[in-house]
T-cell receptor, first 113, second 115 residues
Framework: DSGVTQTPKHLITATGQRVTLRCSPRSGDLSVYWYQQSLDQGLQFLIQYYNGEERAKGNILERFSAQQFPDLHSELNLSSLELGDSALYFC????????????FGNGTRLTVT | AQSVTQPDIHITVSEGASLELRCNYSYGATPYLFWYVQSPGQGLQLLLKYFSGDTLVQGIKGFEAEFKRSQSSFNLRKPSVHWSDAAEYFCAVGAGAGNNRKLIWGLGTSLAVNP
């Protein structure tokens, strides 16, 4: 058990809809990362938050947004969903010191129909 | 440009055989290096990491990896593979410092184990 909790585990929704994915990091970890994993794109870094502030941005679409709350949990909002957004979305957390690893949740599987 | 290459997309080994998964990186300074494993339907689990010191690092589940600076490699090894080792393996390289720190991921190697 990594200590990172993601909800929901599965999500099925229609094109054009909006969904929110939730992540609770490991106790003590200030950094939260969001990744998208699909068969054709592999593991894609989306965005990182550190102690409530955006730290780094990766290949995140404008239709996607995220935030980290004062209690350090994070939400990833996906809007105007398209079929191609179907993927596994992972949250990871770390203490964000040099050399510190990421600890991953079990992911949310999003299916857009 | 910084990059991580896992040359083998898919590997099949027999149970009990030895295993080596390759990882090569391109980075100007000494990186910190990770191997992760992803079982079907699961998140990525850290197997081991190299940060500094002894270049041969031991991880969980009987895995080890060796950092070879001259070859820019961090290959993962296991002397005897178990059927439960069938999974996707990812190599990652930590680059940059401070607020510019980031992880660069390989595309993964899928391991199948024959009984």
């Amino acid at each position: 058990d990594s200590g990172v909790t993601q909800t929901p585990k599965h999500l099925i929704t229609a094109t054009g809809q909006r969904v929110t994915l939730r992540c609770s990091p490991r106790s003590g970890d200030l950094s939260v990362y969001w990744y998208q994993q699909s068969l054709d794109q592999g593991l894609q870094f989306l965005i990182q938050y550190y102690n409530g502030e955006e730290r780094a941005k990766g290949n995140i679409l404008e239709r996607f947004s995220a935030q980290q709350f004062p209690d350090l949990h994070s939400e990833l909002n996906l809007s105007s969903l398209e079929l191609g957004d179907s993927a596994l979305y992972f949250c990871a957390s770390s203490v964000d010191r040099e050399g510190s690893p990421l600890h991953f949740g079990n992911g949310t599987r999003l299916t857009v129909t | 440009a910084q990059s991580v290459t896992q040359p083998d997309i898919h590997i099949t080994v027999s149970e009990g055989a030895s295993l080596e998964l390759r990882c090569n990186y391109s980075y100007g300074a000494t990186p910190y290096l990770f191997w992760y494993v992803q079982s079907p339907g699961q998140g990525l689990q850290l197997l081991l990491k190299y940060f500094s010191g002894d270049t041969l690092v031991q991880g969980i589940k009987g895995f080890e990896a060796e950092f070879k600076r001259s070859q820019s490699s961090f290959n993962l090894r296991k002397p005897s593979v178990h059927w439960s080792d069938a999974a996707e393996y990812f190599c990652a390289v930590g680059a940059g410092a401070g607020n510019n720190r980031k992880l660069i991921w390989g595309l993964g190697t899928s391991l199948a184990v024959n009984p």
